[in-house]
C-alpha cells in the first residue's frame, strides 16, 4: 500500500498516512495486509475477498496461513458467522495432524528464536516453559 500526499497542506491527511504506515510496520504488504487495513475501515467483506485472494496465491507457506486462518476465522466470528469460523480454526488444527514433522519444525524454529532473544536481552525466562 503506497499513499502519495498532493499538498502539503493536508495536515490531516499526513497525520492519517502516518498512522496507517506505523501500523501496517516495515514488513512485506501482501494481499493480507491489505485486507487487515480494509477491514479496519469498515469494509469486512472487501477484507474477506483480499484474504481468500491471498490465500490462493500461498499455497504451502505454514507461518502465512496460520495468520491468515486465524484473520479469516476471526472476520467470520465478527460478522456472527460462527459456523465458518470454526471451520476456519479447524484448519490448522487438521493441517498440524496431517504434517506434524513440518509444524513440530516451525516449532523449535520458535523456540530456538525466543531463547536467542532472551540471551540478546539477558531475561531469565526459557521457553523451556512451553516444553
Excluded at 5 to 18: F, G, I, K, P
Excluded at 21 to 40: R, S
Excluded at 86 to 105: A, R, V
Aim: hydrophobic share 35%; glycine share 4%.
Amino acid at each position: 500500500v503506497q499513499l502519495t500526499l498532493y499538498s502539503e497542506n493536508e495536515h490531516d491527511l499526513e497525520e492519517v498516512c502516518m498512522h496507517i504506515t506505523q501500523q501496517l510496520g516495515d514488513g512485506e504488504t501482501n494481499l493480507q495486509t491489505l485486507g487487515k487495513v480494509l477491514w479496519e475501515m469498515g469494509k469486512p467483506d472487501l477484507a474477506e475477498k483480499y484474504f481468500m485472494r491471498f490465500l490462493e496465491q500461498l499455497s504451502s507457506n505454514i507461518p502465512l496461513l496460520g495468520s491468515l486462518y486465524e484473520d479469516l476465522a476471526k472476520l467470520a466470528s465478527q460478522n456472527r458467522q460462527y459456523d465458518k469460523s470454526l471451520q476456519w480454526h479447524q484448519k490448522p488444527i487438521n493441517f498440524n495432524k496431517t504434517y506434524p514433522s513440518i509444524t513440530s519444525l516451525n516449532t523449535n524454529k520458535l523456540i530456538k528464536s525466543i531463547d536467542k532473544f532472551n540471551e540478546r536481552k539477558n531475561l531469565p525466562f526459557s521457553s523451556n516453559y512451553f516444553i
